[in-house]
């Protein structure tokens, strides 16, 4: 079965409001918290202060104390303004140099305290004393948001006096107004109003004061807003980002007053939203039977065989409602109500109401010859093949465990039966066959999606994609959120990162499809994936679409095809994601990427490097944030201090995968390969081990991997500081010998054979080897070594592997005496040096 049978019960405004609610009374906690501070250890001077003893104040107030401030960062001026101190004793203060701006440590100026408070005398005397009105605090609000949230009027009027701006934005884009019209302080949003407020002004998703004014069933508030100030006029028609005009919010919330009021003044009653919901889908939904009653009374017929993209009518949605039986009966009185009507799914109200377990509801309808046979279907594609399966309102019984209403229906005489039937289904022999869900593709924005609201309203116009945009070719990965297509949009070949709907069904999904799309957005260098755009119209069709990388990953490329990449390759390959990370690190809002591995970095056509996958990327906001997500990522590359669960970590973090991946090049191996992904990750962490040091690494990438890989985290260096030496590394002539090239050579390519690459048997026909100098794989490094030694020794591979002492290996796959490594390299070396002196004498 899926997800859903249904529409949501919480649209994005819905949820965005629940939490301003929230962070509204989290703000009053906190408010109070300040206001009610523990008094121990406090000094004579600021017990003083706190009993409004002016004398004694003014004794011992000088310039070394007149700043401090508690444990809780409460100033001498906090205190006097908890303890309802004198307007007297603020002057003194702020005479004597005491500072209005500071904060505690919940982020209050004592402006903000005042404010709260509703002291006019000392919000007065701060105001005179130059205290800033507009300071931002707690979720950036101001004293005049909290004068509003309060209702303190004279206030309100007293900053807007000395300079408090009127249309300032909290953290949530709300004004005053909105706070005003939110609480219903009626003279607060008249003064506000009368002082230039904008009334139509949009919150963060879209949302005017008119609307909240509306939810909350405000008449006065309303008739203020539209009949406004001259030109400054609420417009009744207006949407927020969702669709939702103030009737909307209105018929949801019941408020019959405001409803006639509305449509006095021009109010569109058959509007839909986003999800095709009219005023009237959403009083059915939240049983408002005398709304549903007035809407048709006076607006008519039209919104009753409406469908939203849930594929229900109203009556769908009071079945879905179900705890109003009058509500259903009036929608079926109506001529033009079918009570069999089916969506463009196939479902009736029947369905709805089986499965959210209605009984009532279920027996009406069958009484009023609701059709029990009635069938709900899906249509999936599998392959080339189409499936079509389907489902009865019984089954939806069935899945959601009501069993009263499973016996009503099995035991309910169909209009077409002449006995009752003993069974829901007689072709199915008594069995119940559990069937996927009928709703098909889910055009839905649950209460998680708000990210994906805001997101459509702040990604640039150019990064916005249709489905319809897309042609999908063959899968190139897959993933828990679903799979990776390569395709074309618009002509040019892509990757296309293809979301399942049922992915959203956790906010973790949510927060990751958003958080990758805003990072993509921002990015622009050749060293990391570059953002085509993004379908974010229909959650059952969100992808994410970037250029198409063909080369694949450096994974694939390294133990899948194992291939053999020279040195000089593999430094390119290291300093291009150096160049690529440095690029993220030191952008003007930094973003760590937390997933760095060779699954994530792709190659292109010329063997260049690009980082890509941003799934688990995150900006950082803060160094001393202390809310990063724990254990984000692969675990075979996961730095220690993420992988002891610890919420507090850097940039550096990715220093430590990066080492890891540049030790993987040069070896050729993964990382701990003998052990699973978590063993690897706990050995790295809590045994301090790391990957043995090959002897043929360069000595300035050895000091550079003990550094990256270090587990103090300010020990490792930047990326700023590795790319410098990668780069002499890659252009010293020692690696230009080793991989024979020239010591400037041009950019080698990978594909398909620019770069010498073998596999463990390749060779030319005359049997020397196309194998660099220095390869990665073990196994192939042997081979490379017989075959170089036999080559120029004359001897076959067989005799040569008895005379050449070559690298003894462990059950991993890793030397277990290093010197086996030198002794072998010293063979080689003198094997090749006896050829040459052996040929320079027959030349003679």
């Known amino acids: 079965m899926g997800n859903y049978k249904s529409r949501p019960t919480f649209s994005c405004t819905d949820e965005l409001k629940k939490k301003i609610s929230e962070s509204y009374a989290l703000f009053r906690s906190k408010v109070i918290e300040d206001l009610r501070p523990k008094e121990t250890d406090w000094t004579e001077l600021q017990q003083a202060c706190s009993a409004g003893d002016l004398s004694t104040t003014r004794s011992l107030l000088n310039e070394d104390n007149a700043n401090d401030t508690t444990d809780t960062g409460l100033s001498l001026l906090h205190i006097s303004c908890m303890s309802g101190a004198s307007s007297s004793q603020i002057k003194l203060l702020l005479r004597k140099g005491v500072k209005w701006s500071t904060l505690t440590k919940n982020q209050f100026s004592a402006l903000h305290l005042a404010a709260y408070k509703g002291d006019i005398d000392q919000v007065e005397a701060l105001a005179d004393g130059g205290a800033d009105v507009n300071q931002a605090g707690h979720s950036d609000v101001t004293s005049l948001h909290v004068a509003a949230m309060c209702g303190h009027l004279e206030i309100a009027r007293i900053l807007i006096t000395h300079g408090a701006q009127i249309d300032i934005k909290d953290i949530v884009k709300f004004t005053p107004l909105h706070i005003a019209c939110y609480f219903g302080h009626e003279k607060v949003v008249e003064a506000l109003i009368h002082n230039g407020a904008d009334i139509n002004i949009s919150g963060s998703v879209g949302d005017r004061p008119l609307h909240l004014a509306c939810a909350k069933g405000n008449l006065k508030i309303t008739q203020l807003l539209v009949e406004g100030n001259g030109d400054n006029k609420a417009d009744v028609t207006v949407c927020d980002d969702e669709g939702h005009n103030p009737l909307h919010f209105c018929c949801k919330s019941g408020h019959l007053v405001v409803l006639h009021y509305l449509l006095d003044h021009g109010a569109l009653p058959h509007h ?68 069999n009507c089916q969506g463009k799914d196939g479902h009736t109200g029947l369905h709805s109401a089986c499965y959210h377990g209605h009984t009532r509801i279920v027996q009406f309808l069958l009484e009023n010859r609701a059709d029990i046979n009635m069938v709900a279907y899906v249509s999936e594609q599998s392959g080339d093949s189409e499936k079509r399966e389907e489902q009865t309102p019984l089954m939806w019984a069935y899945e959601r465990g009501h069993d009263a209403i499973i016996v009503l229906m099995k035991h309910h005489k169909r209009p077409s039966d002449e006995s009752a039937c003993s069974d829901y289904s007689g072709s199915l022999d008594g069995s119940y066959v559990s069937v996927p869900s009928p709703l098909g593709k889910l055009r839905s924005m649950t209460k998680e999606k708000i990210d994906v609201l805001q997101l459509r309203a702040t990604l640039p116009h150019q990064f916005h994609l249709q489905i319809t945009d897309l042609d999908f070719h063959e899968v190139i990965g897959t993933g828990s959120f679903g799979k990776v297509y390569k395709g074309t949009c618009k002509g040019r070949t892509v990757a296309i990162k293809r979301y399942r709907a049922s992915s959203f069904g956790a906010k973790s999904d949510v927060d ?97 490097a690009i980082v890509a996958d941003f799934g688990e990327s995150r900006f950082l906001r803060s160094a001393e944030e202390d809310n990063m997500t724990k254990q984000p990522g692969n675990l075979r590359w996961m730095a220690p201090e993420i992988f002891t669960q610890c919420t507090k970590y850097s940039v550096k973090a990715d220093v430590f995968s990066f080492s890891l991946v540049l030790w993987e090049l040069l070896a050729g191996e993964l990382p701990f390969a003998h052990l699973k992904p978590a063993a690897a990750a706990a050995e790295t962490a809590y045994h301090n081990s790391r990957p043995p040091i090959g002897i043929t690494f360069p000595k300035p990438i050895v000091s550079l991997l003990k550094r990256g890989w270090n587990t103090d985290p300010d020990q490792r260096p930047e990326f700023r500081e590795v790319i410098p030496v990668l780069d002499e590394c890659r252009q010293s002539q020692a690696v230009a010998m080793l991989s024979n090239v020239d010591s400037a050579p041009p950019t080698p390519s990978l594909f398909p054979s620019a770069l010498p690459m073998v596999t463990e048997q390749e060779g030319d026909p005359e049997g020397r080897s196309t194998t660099p100098p220095l390869v990665g794989h073990v196994s192939a490094l042997r081979n490379h070594w017989e075959m170089e030694a036999s080559r120029n020794s004359g001897g076959s591979a067989e005799d040569n592997r008895r005379r050449i002492p070559f690298p003894q290996l462990d059950k991993n796959g890793y030397v277990s005496d290093p010197l086996s490594t030198m002794r072998a390299a010293m063979s080689v070396s003198e094997s090749l040096t006896s050829s040459s002196s052996e040929k320079d004498s027959e030349d003679s």
């Open 272 to 339: 839909t939203n986003i999800y095709g919901d009219t005023p009237l889908h959403l009083a059915c939904y939240n049983g408002k039977v005398e709304i549903a009653k007035q809407l048709v009374t006076l607006t008519g017929t039209e919104s009753l065989n409406k469908e939203n993209v849930f594929s229900e009518t109203p009556l769908h949605s009071a079945c879905t409602y179900g705890k109003s039986l009058e509500l259903v009966k009036f929608l079926l009185e109506q001529e033009c109500v079918d009570i």
């Open 512 to 608: 990751m499809f958003c958080r990758e799309v805003a990072i993509l957005a921002k990015l622009n260098s050749p060293y990391v994936i570059n953002f085509v755009g993004a379908c974010l119209d229909d959650p059952s069709q969100f992808a994410i679409v970037t250029q198409y990388v063909a080369g694949g990953s450096l994974f694939s490329l390294l133990h899948e095809q194992k291939r053999l990449i020279d040195l000089h390759s593999k430094l390119t390959i290291a300093m291009d994601v150096a160049k690529g990370m440095d690029y993220l690190h030191t952008l003007p809002q930094p973003i760590i990427h937390r997933d760095l591995n060779s699954h994530n970095i792709l190659l292109d056509e010329h063997g260049r």
